[in-house]
């Protein structure tokens, strides 16, 4: 089946840095690609679709400058925190289309944890 | 309108019984439907789909059935395996975003 690779799997980070969170589809070109954030024991909220070569859709909600998306690339799409804070510490969790079976596969997930 | 109702919120089911997870939207629009198993810690991953233009769907021990005219549609997970305790997510679509339901966390106990 379709894989999609998300890395880190787990990071930790000071109050204020940047972190990025790479999503890509191994065996497949994806031209759209979807960024979840997870809370324990909560299902998948939706923060963003990110279309290649294009800006990403934001969800009511989500802070675009905080949460930077993108899309450069069929099979990679990026998602950096920015100036990330503890209340910014989730489960994220990428997703990618497959066009040709329109199919979302998601990746393993990265757990954020902010000090 | 853009809702998922999915229930129940946990389910303990015996090994080799049957789990049975419910869902029930309103959007018409929505034309696929795919069920998802997660473990802790890691990614969702897509378990068995259905489109509305049949009401059955079996996959091994994973069965989708579908409503159309009630808007509902369940997961029935034949035989239960200790190794299948996870939490199971139904989604559903209209070609562009998932909409998730809350999730149902199943246990299954020797």
């Known amino acids: 089946g379709a894989v999609v690779s998300q890395h880190p799997s787990w990071v930790i980070c000071k109050s204020g840095t940047s972190v990025k969170i790479e999503c890509r589809s191994l065996?497949?070109?994806?031209?759209?690609m979807f960024w979840y954030r997870q809370f324990p024991k909560q299902s998948l909220m939706l923060m963003a679709t990110?279309?290649?070569?294009?800006?990403?859709?934001?969800e009511q909600g989500v802070e675009k400058d905080k949460f930077l998306i993108n899309h450069a690339s069929l099979t990679l799409s990026t998602l950096t925190v920015t100036s990330a804070h503890p209340e910014d510490s989730s489960f994220y969790i990428c997703?990618?289309?497959?066009?040709?079976?329109?199919?979302?596969?998601f990746g393993a997930g990265t757990r954020l944890s902010v000090l | 309108q853009q809702q998922v109702k999915q229930s129940p919120q946990s389910l303990i089911v015996q090994k080799g019984g049957i789990s049975i997870i419910n869902c029930a939207y309103e959007?018409?629009?929505?034309?696929?439907f795919p069920w998802y198993q997660q473990f802790p810690g890691k990614g969702p991953a897509l378990l068995i789909a259905?489109?509305?233009?049949?009401s059955e769907k079996k996959e091994g021990r994973f069965t989708i059935s579908f409503n159309k005219s009630a808007k509902q549609f369940s997961l029935h997970i034949m035989d239960s395996q200790p190794g299948d305790s996870a939490t199971y997510f139904c989604?559903?679509?209209?070609?562009?975003?998932?909409?998730f339901g809350t999730g149902t966390r199943l246990t299954i106990i020797p």
């Open positions: 997703s990618a289309r497959d066009w040709r079976v329109n199919i979302q596969y």
């Open positions: 065996d497949f070109q994806a031209t759209t």
């Open positions: 990110s279309n290649e070569g294009s800006k990403a859709t934001y």
């Open positions: 959007n018409t629009a929505f034309d696929y």
């Open positions: 259905i489109r509305p233009d049949v």
């Open positions: 989604a559903a679509s209209d070609d562009e975003k998932l909409t």
